[in-house]
Every structure is written in C-alpha cells, then in structure tokens.
C-alpha cells in the first residue's frame, strides 16, 4: 500500500471518527438543554435545524475562507472547552434562559461539524459527514445522564488527542496536563447534575424532589439561595426564613423567660427548632411530627441541614415517635411553651388543627403560665380565616396576641401568641419591654417586637370571624376564599 493511499485512509479514519465524536457530544448537549423543559420536539428541530443551516452556509462559502485549518482548530477548542463547562454552567442558570445559550452551543458545534467537513472534503464530503454525525447523534441521544456526565469527560480527552495530532512534544505535554487538570477539576469542584420530571414546572433549578407522608415537596436553588414547595407553593426560602421563624420562636422566649420544657408540633423543616435551641435555658425540646416523611428528609437532606443548621442533632432535641393527635390526647406531660407550624388550613384534614377541640388537647399539655404559639396563616391574604383562628383560640380559654410580618418571598403572614393565665395585654406589654437580647438574630430585636404586634387601624369588609369546630369546620372555607391571587 502506498504512503498516498495509507495517508488518505488515516485522514479518512480521523475524519470520520472526528464526526462520530462530534455527533455524540451533541447529543450530550442538546438532552441537556431539552431536559430543562420536556419539549423534545421543538429542542431536536431547533438544534437539526441550526445544525443543517450553517452546515448548508459554510458550505456555500467554503471556497472563500483563508484557511479551514485555523478555524477549525479554533472552533474545536472552543468545543472541548464547551464540553467541560457546557453542562455546568447550563445547570446553573435559570432555565427560561437556557435558550439563548443552547442556540450558541448548537452554532458552535455546526461550526465545528462543517469545519471538518471543509477540512477533509477531499475524505468526506458533504452530505456523507452529516449523515455521519446524524447516526453519531441519534445513537448517544438516549445515554442517561450518569454516564454522560462522565462520557464528556472521556470525549474531551479524545478530541484533544485528535486535535494535537502532528504537533510537537512540548504542546503535546501541555495539553496533556491541561486535560488532567480539567479531568481533576471537574470532579472535585462540579456539582452533581441531577435531573427532575418537576422541573418544567418551576423557573429556577430543581434540586431536590420527593414524595412525604402527605404532600409533594420540591425544592429549587438560584444563587445558593433555596425555595422549598410543598404541593407547588412557595413553603420557604432561605433568602428570609428568618423573617417567618425568628419572630415566632423569640418573642415567645421574650414574654416567658423561665421556658426550659418545649414541645414543637410540626415543624417539619427543622428552621423552627433552628431557632428555638438558640436559648440557653432550655433543657428539653421535643418535636411532635405531622409529616414523619417530611422530617426524616430535613434530618439527612444536605439542603435542609445547611437551612436549618443541623438543628435535628442538637443535644436537647428529642423525637417523639408517635400520631400527633394521639400523643395529644394521652401524654400528661408538660410543656412551658408550646409552638405550632402545621400546615395551612387549605381542606378538612388540615382544618382539624385550627379547632378548638385541637386547642384544647394543647392547652392541657401547657405549664401553669405556660405559653403557646400558632402559625396561623395570612391576616392580608385570608383575613377572615387569620380572624376565625383567634375567635377558635380564645374558645378554647386561652388570651390571645396576634402578630404579624413580612416575609419578602412569601407576603404578610401571622401568628398568635396565647396563655391560658396572662392577658394579651400583658402578653403584649412583656414583648415590648424586653430590651436584651443574648441570643444572635438576623432581623428580631425590640423594634421588630413593636412592628410585629402593629396592625394599625383595622378596616375589614370580611365576613365576620366564628369559632371553628370539627362539626363546622368554616376556617378552611374562609382560607381558599381569601385573595391569594394577589401573592
């Protein structure tokens, strides 16, 4: 065989190979960016389209480049290069934005297609490199993401083996300790990429997602900021949790300040226990679960334990294993304070906490002096149901102090601080002379106590607030009639 002939077979082994490559990496790429939002059909025809487009232009101008070689060599740079930080930086934008960058990606990958395909036409000629690269994409499009996160890796090492071909040993060397480099980096330093069916659902990137005991909770990351959703409502974001849980765990340390026994009831999320364990005194927390599912994944989840700071391994925490109402209903211990963070009440079942019946079970649980505290859901949003569940309190014989703040992400919310002993009156007067704090907040202090118990001047044209029972359960019907579609 002559040295002509083998050189042509090299260069056409090469060339063909070089398409292979290409074709598989855009198949890497584009189940990425179709991943994002589920429409295969739109994403396979924008990227075909654009990949025949300037496949098709590039061809019509072959003839008038310079030099093929230095834009193709440039363009496969800028693929390997792509190839490391392509899915990563996909991954870390908002997905309404995925599109502009997957359209420079397709350009780059057409580019570096039809920049072979002028580089060898004399090997491989238009359209037999595209069929090439067609097989090559259609045959990877379907390679789970487990192995393509890794494939890329191994892809990238070829190209620049292909690339560095004929060059002398010092680049040789340099691109192969740039590869290892690139190879070490990526594993230490990427995020994990990991993919959810919910993510068409949300703008922001999906980063965890299971089912609990009763709900389906969804948690999306933007700038190491978390939202958490739970049946896809906005539940919490780490942006200003402290909004919600600081004013509900401190200024009940504020008005009682002998609190060493605490039950939490709820709480899932593990931000309320965050904040209550914050104080010294205290000598036993136990935590009364609605959703065990929920608070398992706030134990172990590294999301939740960065959130609420590992506040399930506190020493004086403690987990009781039992219903809820059960526990209620049989313990005869008791608490100096107790805090409720159920969920809203949005049906029948969750209605059933915001009874007075519920209230009652709670308050033979309480010390003498003994203070409770309830979320009770939006005073702006649903005002008669926030009315309503003062009304059911005080039916259960306890004083009551409503509160209220605003949290950025999620709108005015409240709660009601209760004693069975002390006024409201005196309730709000103790809030409001505690002028020391020993414990580190972000926001709470003795001014936010007085913003915090300020309604200004009540004007409502809501229906007027009655007691809610399990017989008539009316507090779940003022709640989804209330104006959330202002939030």
Known sequence: MSDD?????????ISVLHLILLGVLAALFTSLLIYFKQKEALHLILVLSLVGLIFLLIQRIQ?????????????????????????????????????????????VLSISIATVAIYDQKSIRFPIGYIIFLVAFAGSYQIPWNYQRYLAIILSVLLTGI???????????????????????????????????DQQAYEDKVQFSANTQFHK????????????????LKNLSSIDDFLFYEPMAHSVFSVGDKIKTVLVIGGENGCLIR??????????????????????IAEFEPIFVEI???????????????ELID????????????????????????????????????????????????????????????????ETIKSAGFHVLPLHNQILTLGEWGWYLCSAEISGDSIKGRLL???????????????????????????????????????????????????????
């Open 5 to 13: 002939l083998l050189n042509e077979r090299k260069r056409q082994f």
């Open 63 to 107: 003839n008038q480049l310079l030099s093929p070689t230095i834009l193709k060599s440039l363009s496969l740079s800028i693929l390997i290069l792509l190839a490391w930080a392509g899915p990563q930086l996909i991954y870390e934008i908002r997905p309404y934005t995925f599109y502009i960058t997957g359209i420079v990606i397709v350009a």
């Open 163 to 197: 690339f560095v071909i004929g060059a002398n040993g010092k680049v040789k060397l340099a691109l192969a300790v740039l590869t290892i480099t690139l190879i070490v980096g990526y594993g230490r330093y990427s995020k994990p990429l990991t993919y959810f069916p």
């Open 217 to 232: 909770l969804v948690v999306t990351e933007w700038q190491d900021d978390y939202w958490v959703f739970i049946d896809n």
């Open 275 to 296: 904040e209550i364990v914050k104080h010294d005194q205290l000598e036993l927390v136990d935590i009364l679960s609605y959703d065990t599912l929920m608070r398992k």
């Open 308 to 322: 609420n700071q590992g506040s399930y391994e506190h020493q004086k925490t403690n987990i009781i294993r039992e």
């Open 327 to 390: 526990y209620l209903s049989s313990s005869t211990k008791k608490y100096d304070a107790i805090f409720i963070d159920l969920p809203d009440p949005r049906s029948v079942e969750t209605n059933q906490y915001y009874t007075s019946e519920f209230y009652l079970l709670v308050r033979h649980l309480l010390s003498d002096l003994g203070l409770m505290i309830t979320q009770a859901g939006s005073p702006y949003f649903a005002t008669s149901a926030f009315l309503s569940v003062g």
């Open 433 to 487: 002379t505690k002028d020391r704090y020993e414990i580190k907040t972000k926001w709470y202090n003795q001014e936010a106590a007085k913003l915090i118990t300020s309604f200004g001047k009540v004007g409502m044209d809501t229906l007027l607030p009655a007691v809610n029972t399990l017989e008539n359960p009316i507090v779940y019907r003022h709640y989804l009639q209330g104006n959330w579609d202002l939030n």
